[in-house]
């Protein structure tokens, strides 16, 4: 598997996994409505701020298997941490690849010069994400109760999960 900075041309391959993780409704906060040009939009440039960057996780025949978008998480005063969302097709599921674009998104950040990488909303009942997200590193800092609807779990709440990248200033 190889990560590399997505272009265009990938969209095609990331749309279908993309479309099906919106519209089950279980782990993003996504309009499941949004168009395949709303999406595009949101994925492909996550943020006017520099630095952000999209990648995508490739196999050795070229296929896409995931995809990551990262990005300042707030402008200004809040630019010197990170944040990201993550994407992997079902079929790859299971296989490391969240695993290699969230280490490969930890490194960006860290030469990026991020104090800090914060995930602003994991839906609680995505157990797997939480316990990747733990296993590197990440804590979950607080839960807003029942802030998501899913369709399996009922209200759930959203974790706000932190990841230090340089120790603080004494």
Known sequence: M???EAVAQ???AIWP???DIITARETYTYDPELTFEQAQAIWMSPSSSLPARTTVAIDAEGKVLGSANMYPNRPGPGAHVASASFMVDAAARGQGVGRALCQDM??????SGFRSIQ????VESNT???RLWQSLGFEIVGTVPEAFLSPAHGYVGLHVM???LRKPAL
């Not at 995930?119 to 994991?122: I, L």
Request: hydrophobic share 50%; charged share 30%; net charge neutral.
């Open 10 to 12: 990938d969209w095609d």
């Open 17 to 19: 996994f993309f479309r």
């Open 128 to 130: 797997a994400a939480v």
């Open 119 to 122: 995930f602003n909303a994991v």
């Open 106 to 111: 930890i490194d960006w950040a860290g030469r």
């Open 2 to 4: 190889e990560i590399r």
């Open 162 to 164: 932190h990841r230090p």
